[in-house]
């Protein structure tokens, strides 16, 4: 009789094929299935040679090949050709099986997939995976969710291939039902892109503001991955900025064009923010400057005549060393606003997440690594119910601590016409978090004077709403609140 493979796998492009060479490296016997058959034969033939690996050519192969219940991983493109591969799947599989979307799948998807299998008496599970074509081969950052009765069946598999901690944790854990793990992987994302727009607002400010070469921001994105910012993304950074055009011979990152792209995970965690009545302006602001660099073209022409000339002298040595702080405390604030993110949502869809947990799958792994993920495991342990990291000891004494610091680089940057949208919001989210009054007041006051929309009073009890005649033609009849 033929050996069974423990795990099968659908999707031979970069992260299927690295999760199965980490899955076989492992222990493991994986089978594989790509529509394209003729990417199975090569694969098997070459990165796969003399491994533990069984290539199908078809979905009733890959499922006889499969000990049971079947386990099967879909990695392809998310949405429709997730449906359809789930469809084709369906006659060829037995009740008690288990499917595992372990691709950037809309949550909502994730929540409808999960009920949908169940009603056919399959297992579901949405899993984000981090780490990218590296992490997928040495050890991703994975966050399971979907059907509980699954997690068993695949739970020695994914902590085996994940990352692990200094202590040896895995960087896996069951996140929660149904579109938990899916949630919990966009809202990384959405972070992702937080992170990434502060560090290229300080690169922005090095480069323009105070004219350093990529030699010099190399060494000191290098210094600042040995403190307190040690992390991937910062690491990447000053590697990025040692490489040299093989055309030119200019540092590589002068010659790339200055538009980037976007695969919708930041919006979708913008929109979560939105449907969740939850504010999280420093991610949105990462997208929308995403957004803003589009339009090449246009800020080409607009730097032709909305021209600003600066004669604002900077202390280079002070400016960096005041940049540290400013994009540490304002990492903080983005991380913050993901966390009260994920404690909304967890309200919304009744989901238990342990924040934690969710740190300590994040803590290696996967894009948004970092030294300071130890610290918001710390203070999650230590409070569960903490409301904001920003009122953890440790982080409320880096903040107030790096204020001084922050508010100079923001006040540069603008003297010096140079945007830095998503550290500037998150300045202005701490300062909105901390006051105590804030305009709202008056903003209730418009909408009850134009639409009867109705406010609340400070000398009476919360969720007793009222209407004021503003006018003389204003009627009595007030029009239905909404309470974010």
């Known amino acids: 009789m033929a050996k069974k493979a423990d795990i099968g796998l659908i999707g031979l492009a970069v992260m299927g094929e690295n999760l199965i060479l980490n899955m076989e490296s492992k222990g493991f016997t994986v089978a594989c299935f790509n529509r394209t058959v003729e990417k199975v034969d090569a694969f098997v033939n070459s990165r796969g040679a003399k491994k533990n690996i069984i290539g199908c050519h078809t979905l009733k192969e890959l499922a006889d090949s ?35 979307d372990g691709g950037n799948s809309h949550f909502p998807d994730t929540i409808r997939r999960t009920q949908y299998l169940a009603e056919k008496g399959l297992r579901f599970i949405g899993s984000g995976v981090s780490g990218g074509e590296e992490g997928a081969l040495l050890g991703p950052a994975i966050m399971p969710g979907g059907d509980a009765k699954a997690w068993p069946y695949v739970k020695d598999i994914f902590q085996a291939i994940s990352a692990k901690t200094d202590k040896g944790e895995p960087c896996c854990a069951w996140i929660g039902p149904d579109g938990a793990g899916h949630f919990v992987k966009m809202v990384h994302n959405g972070i992702e892109y937080g992170d990434m727009q502060l560090i290229c607002e300080a690169y922005d400010l090095m480069f323009r503001g105070l004219g350093m070469s990529a030699k010099e921001m190399q060494k000191v994105f290098a210094k600042w991955n040995k403190g307190v910012l040690d992390s991937y993304l910062i690491d990447i950074t000053q590697e990025i900025l040692k490489v040299s055009d093989s055309e030119t011979g ?135 119910e903490l409301a904001n990291l920003l009122l953890d000891p440790y982080f409320k004494k880096v903040v107030i601590n790096a204020q001084k610091a922050w508010r100079e680089v923001i006040k540069t940057a603008v003297e010096l016409g140079i945007p830095v949208p998503a550290m500037s919001t ?59």
Not at 78 to 85: E, I, K, P, R, W
Request: with cysteine; glycine share 6%; charged share 25%.
């Open 426 to 484: 998150a300045l202005n989210y701490f300062d909105a978090y901390r006051s105590a009054r804030l305009p709202a007041n008056l903003l209730q006051a418009q909408r009850d004077y134009f639409g009867a929309h109705t406010y609340e009073r400070v000398d009476k009890p919360r969720g007793e709403f009222h209407h004021h005649i503003w006018t003389e033609s204003g009627g009595n009849t007030a029009a239905s609140t909404y309470v974010v």
């Open 250 to 384: 200019k540092p590589l990152v002068d010659v790339i064009l200055d538009t980037a792209g976007q695969k919708g995970t930041g919006k979708w965690t913008s929109t979560a923010g939105l449907d969740l009545g939850v504010g999280i302006p420093q991610i949105a602001e990462a997208v929308f400057a995403r957004c803003l660099s589009a339009i090449k073209d246009e800020r080409v022409a607009a730097a032709k005549v909305l021209k600003y000339s600066s004669k604002t002298k900077v202390n280079k040595a002070l400016l960096v060393k005041q940049l540290e702080q400013a994009v540490y405390a304002s990492k903080i604030c983005s991380y913050a606003q993901g966390y009260q993110l994920m404690r909304a949502a967890a309200k919304e869809y009744k989901w238990k997440l342990n924040y934690g947990e969710i740190a300590l799958v994040w803590r290696q792994g996967c894009i948004i690594r970092a030294r300071f993920l130890g610290n918001i495991r710390d203070a999650f342990d230590s409070n569960p």
């Open 66 to 100: 499969l000990k049971k219940p079947r386990r099967i991983m879909v990695m392809v493109k998310a949405g429709s050709a997730v449906d359809q591969t789930i469809e084709s799947l369906l006659p060829v599989l037995e009740k008690g099986d288990i499917i595992i």
